[in-house]
């Protein structure tokens, strides 16, 4: 089992930079490929980044591609989302999941475990 924490969420202004945190629990972190997701208000929750398990492969939402930069520390169990250049189409809940799987994937369904969420806000 598998435990998330998102951490770093926040309200800056549009253009702005936040770095939201994932800590995992657990000694298997590295057996897990990780994801950012977010939802907005009314929106279903939407694939953002992504990073395999030993953090050589990344793929990301074309809508962020160039902004956000996904990376993980294997040996503090945590995933980063640096995110530049905030717009206010940014603005959601960010959730990371945990994917028993070797590789990223895009798809809600692949991820087994989420955290609970860090708040993100871009004001215009």
């Known amino acids: 089992q598998v435990q998330l924490v998102e951490s770093g969420g926040g309200l800056v202004q549009a253009g702005g930079s936040l770095r939201l945190s994932c800590a995992a629990s657990?000694?298997?972190?590295?057996?897990?490929?990780m994801g950012w997701f977010r939802q907005a208000p009314g929106k279903e929750r939407e694939f953002v980044a992504a990073?395999?398990?030993?953090?050589?492969?990344?793929n990301y939402a074309d809508s962020v591609k160039g902004r956000f930069t996904i990376s993980r520390d294997n040996a503090k169990n945590t995933v980063y989302l640096q995110m530049n250049s905030l717009q206010h189409e940014d603005t959601a809940i960010y959730y990371c999941?945990?994917?028993?799987?070797?590789?990223?994937?895009?798809?809600?369904?692949?991820?087994?475990?989420w955290g609970q969420g860090t708040q993100v806000t871009i004001s215009s």
């Open positions: 657990g000694r298997t972190f590295s057996s897990y490929a």
């Open positions: 999941g945990a994917s028993y799987s070797p590789y990223w994937s895009r798809a809600v369904r692949e991820y087994d475990y």
């Open positions: 990073i395999s398990r030993g953090g050589g492969s990344t």
